[in-house]
C-alpha cells in the first residue's frame, strides 16, 4: 500500500490507499468542524475568508486565516522533507515517519478537549498541518495520482473521465478510464463515509474522535507491515528472495 513505487505499483496499491487515507480525512474534516468551527483538511476556503477578513480591516481574523494556509504548507514541506531524509537510508520505510508524526498530531489535538476555548486556533493549525502532511506523503507515494484530503479536483477530474467514456471504444482504453473512475468514487465515498461516521461519533467523544483517525492511521501501518512479511516469508521459502 504504502511500499511500492514506480511500476511497481498497481491499482489495487492506490485503491486501499485511497480508501484508508480518505476515510481519515473525513474523521479529520467534520470533527474540526464540529469542534473548532472550520475546516482542517483544505485550504481553499480559508484563503476566500482570509481575503474577506483583510479588506473589512479585520486585522486579528486575516492572521489566523493566514495561520491556516501556512500550516498546511509547512505539513506538505515537513513530510517531503521527511521522506527525503529517510529515503537516503530506509527507501522502504519513507512513509513510516510521516504517520507517525501525524498520528501524534491526531492524538494530541484528540486529548485537548478542555483547551478547546482557549486553544481551538492553534488545534485546527495543528490539524491543518496534519493533513498538509498526509497530502504530501500520498501525492509522492501515488505518484500525484491520490489525494485524500480534498475533493474539488477529485470532482473536476471525475467530470471529465465521465465525458470520456461516451468517446473512448478501445477495450484497453475503457478499462483504464473505468479504474480511474472507481478509483475516485472510491476517495469520495470514504471521505463522505468518514465524515458522517465521524459526525455520530462526534456525538459521544467530541474531539475525542480523532483518536478513531489515528487508530486507522495505525492499522494501515500494521496492515502494510504485515503484506511485507508475508511476501518476505512467501519468496524465501520458494527460494526466490532477495534483500529489498
Request: hydrophobic share 50%; aromatic share 14%; charged share 15%.
Amino acid at each position: 500500500m504504502f511500499r511500492h513505487t514506480g511500476k511497481k505499483r498497481t491499482f489495487l496499491h492506490n485503491l486501499k490507499l485511497a480508501s484508508m487515507l480518505s476515510g481519515v480525512a473525513g474523521l479529520v474534516n467534520i470533527t474540526g468542524v464540529l469542534s473548532l468551527g472550520t475546516l482542517t483538511t483544505n485550504i481553499t476556503g480559508h484563503f476566500a475568508f482570509f481575503a474577506e477578513r483583510l479588506f473589512l480591516k479585520s486585522y486579528a481574523e486575516t492572521l489566523t486565516y493566514l495561520f491556516y494556509i501556512v500550516f498546511f504548507l509547512f505539513g506538505a514541506f515537513f513530510s517531503s522533507l521527511l521522506i527525503e531524509l529517510v529515503a537516503k537510508r530506509h527507501k522502504l520505510s519513507t512513509y513510516v515517519l510521516p504517520i507517525l508524526v501525524e498520528i501524534l498530531l491526531l492524538t494530541t489535538v484528540g486529548l485537548a478537549d478542555s483547551f478547546v476555548s482557549q486553544f481551538s486556533v492553534l488545534l485546527a493549525c495543528l490539524l491543518l498541518f496534519a493533513m498538509g502532511l498526509q497530502n504530501a506523503l500520498v501525492t509522492r507515494v501515488s505518484q500525484s495520482v491520490v489525494r485524500t484530503t480534498h475533493l474539488t479536483g477529485l470532482f473536476t477530474d471525475l467530470g471529465i473521465e465521465l465525458s470520456q467514456l461516451l468517446f473512448y471504444r478501445e477495450p484497453n482504453e475503457r478499462a483504464k478510464l473505468k479504474r480511474a473512475i472507481f478509483l475516485k468514487v472510491m476517495i469520495i465515498t470514504c471521505f463522505f463515509s468518514g465524515g458522517i461516521i465521524g459526525g455520530f461519533v462526534h456525538i459521544y467523544f467530541g474531539l475525542k474522535t480523532l483518536l478513531l483517525a489515528a487508530l486507522l492511521l495505525l492499522f494501515a501501518l500494521w496492515y502494510d507491515r504485515l503484506l511485507f512479511r508475508y511476501y518476505y516469508l512467501k519468496r524465501k521459502l520458494s527460494g526466490r528472495y532477495t534483500h529489498p
